[in-house]
């Protein structure tokens, strides 16, 4: 049982990544997913959430992200994407995707129970 990060790297301002969370041995779409950051000498911060597919479908973001990210899910492929468009040098930092234990919860769950590893996000000209 684990999750998969990946899709970071080097991004000019202004420009796009798309992250990927792969589930392994669980069926993510079951459980609430979400996507935090840790930038340098800062504490870690929630980005978005989406609630399982059994929960109410709520999605989250939190304001410094509105509207240039966007969180989704491919059931067929057990992943859960954070398109971040837009980029700007303060969302450099390691990102990591986590979920909960908790079938048919939604945001925010009540714990994050499973966390992969981080991916890191360098926004820099």
């Known amino acids: 049982v684990q999750l998969q990060a990946s899709g970071g790297g080097l991004v000019q301002p202004g420009g796009s990544l798309r992250l990927s969370c792969l589930a392994s041995g669980f069926t993510l779409e079951y459980y609430t997913t979400g996507w935090f950051r840790q930038a340098p000498g800062k504490e870690r911060e929630g980005v978005s959430c989406?609630?399982?597919?059994?929960?109410?479908?709520?999605?989250y973001y939190t304001d410094s992200v509105k509207g240039r990210f966007t969180i989704s899910r491919d059931d067929a492929k057990n992943t859960v994407y954070l398109q971040m468009n837009s980029l700007k040098p303060e969302d450099t930092a390691v990102y990591y995707c986590?979920?909960?234990?908790?079938?048919?919860?939604?945001?925010?769950?009540?714990?994050?129970?499973?966390w992969g590893q981080g991916t890191l996000v360098t926004v820099s000209s």
């Open positions: 986590a979920t909960d234990k908790a079938p048919g919860s939604t945001c925010p769950p009540l714990s994050w129970d499973i």
């Open positions: 989406i609630s399982s597919s059994g929960g109410t479908g709520s999605i």
